[in-house]
C-alpha cells in the first residue's frame, strides 16, 4: 500500500499543474505583504474608523498574528479551487491517458488503489496547507512581528492577547485542512466519471459555489438544510478567535467560546468525507474501464 501511495505522490509532483496552487498562494500572499507593508497604517484607520471616537486601543495592530487573519480570510475561499486542480484529476487523468486499466492489471485490489490516491490527494491537500501556514503564519511573524490581536465582528469586538494566539492558529490550520479534504474528497469523486478533469474541476466548484449561495441565504426553507451543507461548516476556523467579552468578565487564555460548534462542524465535515470517498470505492470497484 505504501509503495502504491508513493507512485501516487510521484505522479501528482511530476505534473506542472500541481505547482499552480503553490505558485498562486506564494505570490497573492506576497502581494498581500507588500501592500500591508507600504500601507498597513492606512488599513488600520480604515478598519478602526467606526470605533475610534469610542474605544482607543493601544499597541501594534497591524502585526504577523492580525495579517495571518486577514489573509486566512481572504485565501481560505479561493483555496478549494487550487485543490481541486489536483482531486479531480486523480482518476479523470488517469484514464484520460489510458493508464488506468493499466494499473487495474497489477495484483492491487481496487479498493485499496482508490485509497492509495485519496490518501495521496490528502497528503498534497497537507503541504499546500503547511506552505500556506508557512508563508502567512511564520514569515509574518518575522515581517510584522506579534502583538495582541484585534479583529471587527458585527456586533463586537475581539481582543486576544499575545500569548493566546499561536494555539488557535495551530488548530484553526487544522481545522481548515479538514475543511479542505472535504473539497478534495468531493473532486476526487467527480473525477470518477469522467475521462477529462476539466468537467470534474467545473462540478467541484459548482457544487461549492452552489452551496456557499444557499449557506448565506436567509430563508426559512434553507435555514432547514443548512447545518448538512458542508460548505456551512468549513468556515468553522474562526470559531477559535471568536471570544465574547463583556464588561463584568474577562477573557480567559486558552478557551473558545462554543466548542461544541467547532466540535459539530467537524463531525460534519468527517462525515461528509467518509460519504465521499465510500461513494467513490462504491463507484469505483463497478466502474468499466474496458470500455
Not at 190 to 212: C, H, K, Q, R, Y
Not at 218 to 235: A, E, V
Not at 263 to 286: D, M, P, T, Y
Amino acid at each position: 500500500m505504501w509503495t502504491v501511495i508513493q507512485i501516487e505522490l510521484f505522479k501528482i509532483f511530476r505534473r506542472p499543474r500541481t505547482y499552480i496552487a503553490f505558485a498562486a498562494i506564494t505570490g497573492l500572499i506576497g502581494i498581500i505583504q507588500f501592500g500591508l507593508k507600504l500601507e498597513g497604517d492606512a488599513y488600520v484607520d480604515f478598519m478602526m474608523r467606526d470605533i475610534t471616537s469610542s474605544l482607543t486601543v493601544e499597541g501594534k495592530i497591524l502585526n504577523g498574528y492580525q495579517v495571518c487573519y486577514i489573509i486566512l480570510q481572504i485565501l481560505l475561499v479561493h483555496v478549494p479551487l487550487l485543490i481541486a486542480l489536483v482531486a479531480a484529476d486523480m482518476v479523470s487523468g488517469e484514464a484520460n491517458m489510458g493508464t488506468l486499466r493499466i494499473m487495474l492489471t497489477k495484483p492491487i485490489s481496487r479498493t485499496r488503489l482508490l485509497l492509495a490516491k485519496f490518501i495521496a490527494t490528502m497528503v498534497y491537500t497537507l503541504l499546500l496547507l503547511i506552505w500556506l501556514a508557512i508563508l502567512a503564519l511564520f514569515l509574518n511573524m518575522i515581517i510584522f512581528g506579534t502583538d495582541d490581536l484585534f479583529l471587527m465582528k458585527s456586533q463586537y469586538v475581539v481582543l486576544l492577547k499575545k500569548d493566546d494566539i499561536f494555539w488557535r492558529y495551530v488548530w484553526a490550520f487544522g481545522f481548515a485542512a479538514l475543511a479542505m479534504t472535504t473539497v478534495a474528497s468531493l473532486g476526487f469523486l467527480f473525477s470518477l466519471f469522467a475521462e477529462n478533469s476539466i468537467g470534474p474541476i467545473v462540478a467541484t466548484m459548482s457544487v461549492i459555489i452552489f452551496f456557499t449561495i444557499l449557506s448565506t441565504l436567509s430563508i426559512p426553507l434553507f435555514n432547514k438544510i443548512k447545518p448538512f451543507l458542508f460548505t456551512t461548516h468549513m468556515i468553522g476556523w474562526k470559531e477559535f478567535f471568536d471570544i465574547k467579552v463583556n464588561d463584568a468578565n474577562e477573557a480567559i487564555a486558552g478557551t473558545i467560546q462554543n466548542p461544541q460548534k467547532i466540535i459539530n462542524s467537524a463531525l460534519v465535515l468527517v462525515a461528509h468525507i467518509i460519504g465521499f470517498v465510500g461513494i467513490s470505492v462504491w463507484v469505483f470497484k463497478r466502474k468499466d474501464v474496458l470500455s
